[in-house]
């Protein structure tokens, strides 16, 4: 965005948790101290994970966040979400105040993206479903929560791409009632999700190993 890299990343847990912002204005060799966007620590969360980030066509920047319930195998709480309309130097929710909540719930694994004017944000629930929001006045104020049809039984996050002509495509992979795997892969035709495509791939994937390589695959 604007010549810049931007980056944002996560401390999950213990001393300096939260997520933390810098960016590069000379292609990488070197990078501006780091911003801490969300203190972990200071909002008394025991984890913070799993942060996206996008920029939109004002040079507004967005990240989305999970807040995670620390150690065990408890489901994320919910999805947060922050702006910086000055660079990266301060952040805070549309209102003004701390991280917005987006998503409540065992949603997790954020995406953001923006295109034609919408900024996007989807998750996927623990269930194996796809929700998603959008904003089209830059993050200020956001559509209500909908699920995204025909990416029921998600077993990890989506990858969200950019196609030929910009617009967002979506690829995940999902079991069907079979419990057969399966890759599909979804287009943003200017209004809603669009299913073009679906890929069997039986049993012969890990499910871990085929999510991580779905960007490679789109």
């Known amino acids: 965005a604007g010549g810049a890299l931007h980056v944002v990343f996560a401390v999950p847990l213990n001393e300096g948790r939260g ?33 996206a980030l996008a920029a939109d066509a004002a040079g507004n920047l967005h990240v989305a966040f999970v807040r995670g319930s620390g150690r065990g195998p408890f489901p994320p709480q919910e999805i947060r979400y922050l702006r910086s309309t000055d660079g990266g130097e301060s952040w805070s929710g549309a209102d003004g105040a701390g991280a917005q909540i987006m998503v409540e719930g065992a949603y997790d694994d954020p995406r953001l993206t923006f295109f034609g004017g919408q900024l996007f944000l989807l998750a996927h629930s623990v269930d194996g479903g796809l929700i998603q929001r959008t904003s089209a006045d830059y993050g200020l104020t956001w559509g209500y929560q909908q699920f995204v049809p025909g990416f029921q039984g998600l077993v990890g996050p989506v990858a969200l791409l950019e196609g030929g002509n910009g617009a967002p495509i979506l690829v995940g992979l999902a079991k069907d009632y079979a419990d057969t795997l399966a890759v599909k892969v979804s287009a943003w035709d200017g209004s809603r999700w669009s299913l073009r495509d679906t890929y069997d791939v039986g049993n012969a994937l890990a499910p871990d190993a085929a999510t991580q390589a779905l960007v490679g695959v789109a």
Do not use: E, I, K
């Open 19 to 51: 997520v933390t912002y810098t960016r590069s204005d000379d292609g990488g060799a070197t990078w501006q101290p780091p911003v801490v966007a969300f203190d972990a620590v200071d909002a008394g969360w025991p984890m913070a994970d799993h942060p």
